[in-house]
Nanobody, 118 residues
Framework: QVQLVESGGGLVQAGGSLRLSCAAS????????MGWYRQAPGKERELVAQ???????NYAASVKGRFTISRDNAKNMVYLQMNSLKPEDTAVYYC????????????WGQGTQVTVSS
């Protein structure tokens, strides 16, 4: 089993920054398949950023140029640096771990709330 725990959410003004962290533990062979999703009230969960099977990164169009995903393999940690935040970025942010070849999702975190005020 894999456990994922997010942290770093909070309330920030528009234009501000936050850094989310996701700690992975348990039966982990690789964190290459980790990524970030978000879900706003009344909306479906959507992809924010993830690592691809080639090791590159993939971002939602709405966050490209503002958000950066990174990882520390030694610590089994994945991060999401969010800059120039907008009110529409308000959501619960989740990290997940998937198989990069089959997209099978092994685990989800419990989520961390990000609220951006205007």
């Amino acid at each position: 089993q894999v456990q994922l725990v997010e942290s770093g959410g909070g309330l920030v003004q528009a234009g501000g920054s936050l850094r989310l962290s996701c700690a992975a533990s348990g039966r982990i062979f690789s964190i290459n398949g980790m990524g970030w999703y978000r879900q706003a009230p009344g909306k479906e969960r959507e992809l924010v950023a993830q690592f691809t099977s080639s090791g590159s990164t993939n971002y939602a169009a709405s966050v490209k140029g503002r958000f950066t995903i990174s990882r520390d393999n030694a610590k089994n940690m994945v991060y999401l640096q969010m800059n120039s935040l907008k009110p529409e970025d308000t959501a619960v942010y989740y990290c997940n771990l998937r198989n990069v070849w089959t997209n099978y999702v092994y685990s989800w975190g419990q989520g961390t709330q990000v609220t951006v005020s205007s």
